[in-house]
């Protein structure tokens, strides 16, 4: 059973550029959920993504939005790139549309620097 | 307030020792808590999972929850150098994760 997978681990992007980043969920999983973790913080809830619908966002600007495939891989991709977006960001997959009441198991995620 | 908040760190243990963290959350209706641990530079990592009030044992952790006092805490026992690592808690509330800040752990050998 393969894992969580992104792409790519490393990434700068100037300011005001656009970045896309990569999630193949784990086998048999069809929700995917995306989050943010700033420096010294804990990861922070962007948005869940079941069977190709957003179906929960947490408090994050427009710019940032999603995508998931009918395979149940998705993308997440920031628009006007700002210092502040400069993170790690994590993907998890799960095998229910958000009821369950199990734990997520992350993907090693993306290093994103903004400069 | 913060949804979860955790015991400001770092926290330095002697090898051997328990190492006792703590995390209170704000949703009255969370559903499950977790305990994540992630080591510099990585993902983290899922190590605990409770669901109901009361203890639960697993290997050299114990993880509590008190859902009357919105508490939930995690006990390193026996730590190890390699027990080394933010700690972070997390509340689940439908889909949505809610993470705490995280308590950094030093176990010196």
């Known amino acids: 059973e393969t894992g969580v997978t992104q792409s790519p681990t490393h990434l700068i992007k100037t300011r005001g550029q656009q970045v896309t980043l990569r999630c193949s969920s784990q086998?048999?999983?069809?929700?995917v959920s995306w989050y943010q973790q700033a420096l010294g913080q804990g990861p922070q809830f962007i948005f869940q993504?079941?069977?190709?619908?957003?179906?929960g966002r947490g408090n994050f600007p427009p710019r940032f939005s999603g995508l998931q495939f009918p395979n149940y891989s998705s993308e997440l991709n920031v628009n006007a790139l700002e210092l502040d977006d400069s993170a790690l960001y994590l993907c998890?997959?799960?095998?229910?549309?958000?009821?369950?009441?199990?734990?997520?198991?992350f993907g090693s995620g993306t290093r994103l620097t903004v400069v | 307030q913060k949804e979860v908040e955790q015991n400001s760190g770092p926290l330095s243990v002697p090898e051997g020792a328990i190492a006792s963290l703590n995390c209170t959350y704000s949703d009255r209706v969370s559903q499950s808590f977790f305990w994540y641990r992630q080591y510099s530079g990585k993902s983290p990592e899922l190590i605990m999972s409770?669901?109901?009030?009361g203890d639960k044992e697993d290997g050299r952790f114990t993880a509590q929850l008190n859902k009357a006092s919105q508490y939930v805490s995690l006990l390193i026992r026996d730590s190890q150098p390699s027990d080394s690592a933010t700690y972070l808690c997390?509340?689940?509330?439908?889909?949505?994760?809610?993470f705490g800040a995280g308590t950094t752990v030093t176990v010196r050998a």
């Open positions: 086998s048999g999983h069809n929700t």
């Open positions: 997390a509340v689940r509330h439908d889909y949505k994760l809610s």
């Open positions: 993504y079941y069977r190709e619908e957003e179906n």
């Open positions: 409770i669901y109901s009030n």
């Open positions: 998890a997959s799960s095998s229910t549309g958000g009821s369950s009441r199990y734990g997520y198991t």
